[in-house]
């Protein structure tokens, strides 16, 4: 989740207080060996350390078996993002996105002058995927297609033979940008490959979200380097705390982290939308950290009416006025969660 800059940012609640379930974070936080090489690297914060970051995207190349030109580490991927789209869309050139889907994209159009194009997710009671098809069809000429897979809010997933099909029938000079912010979460297919294939793609990655990272900032936009090249001269050369590198670096080298967190929050979330749909609300079929609950009633009601108990759920969606999002927290802040929803619920004044 990004920072709103303009006015209708919302009040913070009180970190400290309460449980928070309302930004698609990892109650987990950063693993073992990403402290201690925090704790290591700690005494050299006095300089830049520029071979830090060759190291690491070396390293996140070599796994994925991607050539190092196209890898380059940001703070968090949220400024790659907003690049790719300053840089890819115009006043001639639309940002296409999915509704509901992540809003980022949109608020770097603003500054790009593009015009923003929303397609809702297909088949919305069901599968919730993005509507590629649909997507293909909003614009002659679209500067960026955003697909966020799994989708943020839902947590649903777009089949990855979808996704083929956007790429291959794109007109030429239109970017297509794969956030991947959740993939380790899902069982669905990563997109990486594309880029060795030279297509016109744009990867995004984070540690902020499996890898428990969110505020310590580290992520990748992988693609062609011709690509990827141009984003850096939108937002200068800035160069990268090197405790974010060194916890990067120590993450990626654990091979145990990703399928024991992945495992262990798949589980928590299955528990939770079992438990929501066997008391009749409907959930969107999540293959990530956190899902859509419709509540059947303004979800800014319950939302209100949770964080006056301390609970702190998820935004609304204007497309979803019914709906309100879910992270999947730690088993005992779901089990607050659920008791405090329930009270919620049954209470006549939300
Ligand atoms: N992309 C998606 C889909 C997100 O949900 C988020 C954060 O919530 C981001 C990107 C940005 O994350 P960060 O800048 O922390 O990498």
Redesign the pocket.
Known sequence: ??RLAYADRPKFADPNKGIHID??ENPLGPSEGARAAMANILPKGGRYEFSMQTELEETFAKMQGLDPESVNAYA????P?HYTVLAYTSASKPLVIADPG?E?PMWAAKASGAEVIKVPLADPQGAASHDIKAMLAASPTPGVIYV?NPN?PTGTVTPKEEIDQLVAGVPKGTIVLI?E??IHFSDTPSCLHMVKEGKDVII?R????LYGM?GI?M?FVIGRPDLINKLPSLGGQNSLPITAMAAAKASLEDPELVPTRKKLIGEIRTENLNWLKSKGYHVTPSDSNCFMLDVKRPGKEVLAAMAAKDVYIGRIWPAWPTSVRITVGSREEMAIFRKTFEEVMNSSTA
Do not use: I, V
């Open positions: 989740e990004a930004a698609n968090g991927s949220t400024e993002l992540y980022a966020c943020n956030d912010a959740y995004l984070t540690f902020s979200k969110a900032r992520g």
